[in-house]
C-alpha cells in the first residue's frame, strides 16, 4: 500500500477497536455518573486526529516481522493515553476547545451551569478533568495489558509505555519553566523536543510496536529521535510563518502563548538591541497584533534563524532516513512508510 | 508476630524500597527540573502514613503462601498511586496541607512566588500538581512491571490495579455530585464506598498480592468488601464525633465540606421538618460553628441514625470475618492479621 493509503486505512482499523472498547466498558457500568464519563471520553477520544502514534506502533511491529489484526487494538491504547495527555493538557492551557469541539473541562463546566449546581462551575470542570485525564490512562493499560500476546512482551512494552509517559511528563514541566526561567538555551529546547516530541511521538511507538513482535530494536531510536526532532522543528516553523487556514488557530497564538522556539531562540542571539525589544514586547504578549508578528517574522528571516531551523530539520531528517537504511527489518512497505514519513515531517504545511 | 508489629516492621520495609527507587530515580534524570520535580515526589510519598495498602499487598502475598522479600518492592508501587491520587485530590480539594506539610501545587505555588515568574502563581501551581500526580501514577506502574515475578502474574496484576484505578476514579466522580445533586441516597452511597473506599484500600491490596503469589483468590472479596465498607462508615463516624486532636484536622470539617454521609443520609430521613433545617443549614456550609455541630451531632444521635452507622459497621465486619474463616489459606499469621483488622476497623478512634 502506498503511505497515504496506509494512514487512511490503519486510521480506520484503530477506530474501530476504539469503539468497540468503549462499547464494551459502558456495558459494565453501574452508575450513571460512570456512564456519563465514560461517554465524554468516547466522544472526545473519537472524535478527530491522525492516530499518527496507533498507526506508528503498528509499523514498528510490522517493521520487525509482525503480522496479524491484534496489533491494531493494542495500539489504539496509545490514543486513550494522548486523551489522558490532552485532557489534562487542555486544563493547564484553560482551553475551551479542542479539535473544534469542547474540551472535557468544558464539558462539565457547562453541565454545572445548566443544571445550576452549587459551587464554583470552573472548579468543578477542573476537578472532572483531572479525573477523566486519570480514567483514559487506567483504560490505556487495561488494553494494552489484556491484549493477546505473550506475557513477557506485554511486561516490556508496559514499561515502555509509562517511561513514555514519564518523560513526556519532564518535558511538559520543562516547557512549562521555559517560558519564566532567562537561562533557558539551546540545549534546553532539544531536550524538550526530544522528551515531548521525538520520544513520546516517533520514538516510542515504533520501539513499543518492535516489544511486541519480540524484537530488541537495537538502533530504531537513531531514525525516530531525530526525525521527532525535526518533527517539532517544522511544527515550531508553521506556527510562526503558517496561515490561520492551515494552522486551525490565530497565527499569532505561538508569540501569544510565549513559546521560546528554536526559531525566536536563535534570532534573540544573533538580533541587534532595538530588534531584541521588538521580539521580547511580542512574545508572551496575549494582545500581540498581526503588525508585530510580521516584524518578529523579518527578524527571524533576516537574522538567518529561519534557515538555521530548515537546515537543522533538513540534517536531522536525512540522518534518520541513513539510520533507518542501515537497520536490518523484515518489512520492506513499513520501512517505505518510514522513510517517507521522515521526509513528510518536513514537507508538510499543516 | 503480633498485628502492630506487622504493621511496624513492613512500613519500614516499605518505605526502604521507596527510598531506594527514588535514589535510583534521581541518578538517571538529566535535567534540573526534573530532579527537582523527583525530589518533591520523594518527600511527598515519604512525609508519613500507615503503608496500609502496601501492607496489605504484602499480607494478600503470604495469605496464599507466597513468601520473601521482592514482594515489598512490589507493594511499594500502592504508595506512589496513593500520592498520584492525593496529589490530584489535594488539587482538586484546593487544601494547602497534607499531613501537615505543603501539598505539591502548594509547593511549586510558592517557587512561582519566591522566583518572581511571570503569570499567575495558583495555575502555575496545579499545573505542575497534576504533572508531578501523572509522574507518581508512572512510577508506580513501573516498579510494578520491573519486580521479579512472573510475567503472566504481574500482567494480571497491572491490569487489576488499573480496575482499582478506575473505579477508584468512578467513585470520585460519585463523590462530588454527591454534594451538588438531590437524589443522593443510601445506595449511591455505599456504591461510593465500595469503589473509593472498599475497593481501593482493601479488596485491590489484597488481591494485587494474592495475584502475585499466583493465586486466584475467589471468596477473599467477601471479606474485603464489607470491612472496606465498614472502615469507611467508622471514618465517618470519627469525622462527626471525633476530636480535633485525634482527627488533625478541625471537628466540623466533614460539616463544612457538606459531606453526605450515611449518618446524615439517614438523620434526614427520620429527622422533624425543624431539624431538618438545621441539618441542612450546617451541610457544606464553611462558616459551620461548634454549636451548630453539637445540634447536629444530638439529632444523628436522636434519631437512631448513628446507631444505625453503628450497628451496620458492626455487621459488616462479622460478615468479613465469616467470609475470611470460610478461605482455604496458607499462612495463619496473615490470616490473624486480618482478623484483628477487621475489629480494629470499627474500634479504632483515629
Redesign the interface.
Known sequence: MEPQEIMRAYKEKIEGCLREFFEQKKKA???W??RE?CEILEEYTLRGGKRIRAILMVLGYQLYGGSGDEIFRASSSLELIQS?LLI?DD??D?SDLRRGKKTVHKIYEDIHLK?G???RPH??G???G???G??A???A??IL??SNF???R??KA??KL??I??YT??G???D??S???QEFGED?LL?LHKYKTARYTIEGPLVLGAILAGASPEGLENYAIPVGIAFQLQDDILGLFGSEEKLGKPVTSDLAEGKKTLLIIKALEKASEKERKVIESAL?NPAVTLEQLERVREIVRKTGSLDYSRKLAEKLVSEGKRALNALNVKNQEAKDFLLWLADYMIKRSY
Chains 1, 2 share one sequence.
Do not use: C, T
Open positions: 457500568l453501574e452508575h455518573s460512570s464519563a489522558y489534562h486544563i493547564m484553560e443544571k449546581f452549587g459551587g472548579r468543578f477542573e476537578n472532572m483531572i479525573i477523566l486519570d480514567l490512562n487506567a483504560y493499560m487495561e495489558a489484556s505473550p506475557s513477557e506485554k511486561v508496559i514499561e509509562n517511561e509517559i514519564e511528563g519532564y511538559q514541566i520543562i512549562i519553566y517560558g519564566m526561567v534546553d531536550l508572551g
